[in-house]
């Protein structure tokens, strides 16, 4: 049996937005998408070289920032003064952890995709 050999985007990946009628209604889901769009691609080439335990423990703090602080992120852009959560930070090394270990399909999530490993259907692959 051969083995199939797994060809990279590059450094830093591939991410891009993807049609989402979610992004129509929300600036602030835009905003959210844009800076995923920009930040991924550096977490992912950071963690490429990364074990499996290691992207275990940050998948895992990654999940429990979100969990624990995800509404004082989404809902405190009503308030007058904002005080940082670390969801966003927690946002891109998921999304970079996800695409890392998704190697047939990378991640699509709230209006982004993330993949380091080409992959058929990729939205790459329909840019031109």
């Not at 005080?83 to 999530?109: C, H, K, M, R, W």
Request: net charge negative.
């Amino acid at each position: 049996m051969a083995v199939e050999k797994r060809v990279v985007h590059g450094r830093f990946g591939y991410v891009a937005c993807v049609p989402d009628a979610r992004w129509d209604a929300d600036e602030f889901v835009q905003n959210v998408g844009y800076a995923l769009v920009g930040m991924v691609p550096l977490r992912m080439s950071e963690l490429s070289g990364a074990g499996q335990v290691e992207m275990a423990r940050l998948a895992d703090e990654a999940a429990r920032t979100i969990a624990e602080k995800g509404d004082v992120f989404q809902f405190q852009k009503n308030q007058k003064r904002w005080q940082p959560s670390g969801v966003l930070s927690a946002l891109f090394t998921a999304y970079a952890v996800l695409a890392l270990n998704s190697p047939d399909e990378g991640i699509t999530a709230f209006g982004v995709h993330a993949c380091f490993w080409v992959h058929p259907g990729c939205p790459k692959n329909a840019d031109g």
